[in-house]
T-cell receptor, first 113, second 113 residues
Framework: DAKTTQPPSMDCAEGRAANLPCNHS???????VYWYRQIHSQGPQYIIH???NNETNEMASLIITEDRKSSTLILPHATLRDTAVYYC??????????????FGQGTTLQVKP | NAGVTQTPKFRILKIGQSMTLQCAQD?????MYWYRQDPGMGLKLIYY???????DKGEVPNGYNVSRSTTEDFPLRLELAAPSQTSVYFC????????????FGPGTRLTVL
């Protein structure tokens, strides 16, 4: 699975959009980009994932560059409850895939009033 | 649906003791995983299972054992506990394949003294 690079920390004002970047320059064509978050020692929570196209759900939007070497998770209106560690992970889809997640250290997002 | 449940929530062990961390899921997921998370770090995969009777090692399997006799349960056994096994342990499950999200339990906080 490709390695990802994220900034260690970011701040965001409450009510503003939070844009969390992720570099995955060695990503392969069959690797998905996944985002999870972990709120203060709870189990990680799935946010969104995508392969090539931009994706949106009730929690966030995922923007993947055309060359797929980087992506951005967007929380459109950040709240204090969005303060968490955000993990960007790439996973391969294939016949031998076991669904394993390889976690880096993620980005700690601090939403401030 | 209870989702993924883990017991106990907290445990303190003495060096050399053994214990079993319990994990159960009621979503009929084939894939189950055990992760550990040390302070300030991302999660690391210990063991995983792609179905009843099938298990395999992850990144950090030493000092642990697993079994998967049913689809629902995936216990993690610690033999001869050591201080290096002080960590938070998370169990997760998912439908087969990389395109499906993993659901995480609330975690077990283990201290070995």
């Amino acid at each position: 699975d490709a390695k990802t690079t994220q900034p260690p920390s970011m701040d965001c004002a409450e009510g503003r959009a939070a844009n969390l970047p992720c570099n995955h320059s060695t990503i392969s064509g069959n690797e998905y980009v996944y985002w999870y978050r972990q709120i203060h020692s709870q189990g990680p929570q799935y946010i969104i994932h995508g392969l090539k196209n931009n994706e949106t759900n009730e929690m966030a939007s995922l923007i993947i560059t055309e060359d797929r070497k980087s992506s951005t998770l967007i929380l459109p209106h950040a709240t204090l409850r969005d303060t968490a560690v955000y993990y960007c992970i790439v996973r391969v889809e294939g016949s031998s895939n076991t669904g394993k997640l390889i976690f880096g250290q993620g980005t700690t997002l601090q939403v401030k009033p | 649906n209870a989702g993924v449940t883990q017991t106990p929530k907290f445990r303190i062990l003495k060096i050399g003791q053994s214990m079993t961390l319990q994990c159960a899921q009621d979503m009929n997921h084939n894939y189950m995983y055990w992760y550990r998370q040390d302070p300030g770090m991302g999660l690391k995969l210990i063991y995983y299972s792609v179905g009843a009777g099938i298990t395999d090692k992850g990144e950090v399997p030493n000092g642990y054992n697993v079994s998967r006799s049913t689809t629902e349960d995936f216990p993690l056994r610690l033999e001869l506990a050591a201080p290096s096994q002080t960590s938070v342990y998370f169990c997760a499950s998912s439908t087969s394949g990389a395109r499906y999200e993993q659901f995480f339990g609330p975690g077990t906080r283990l201290t070995v003294l």
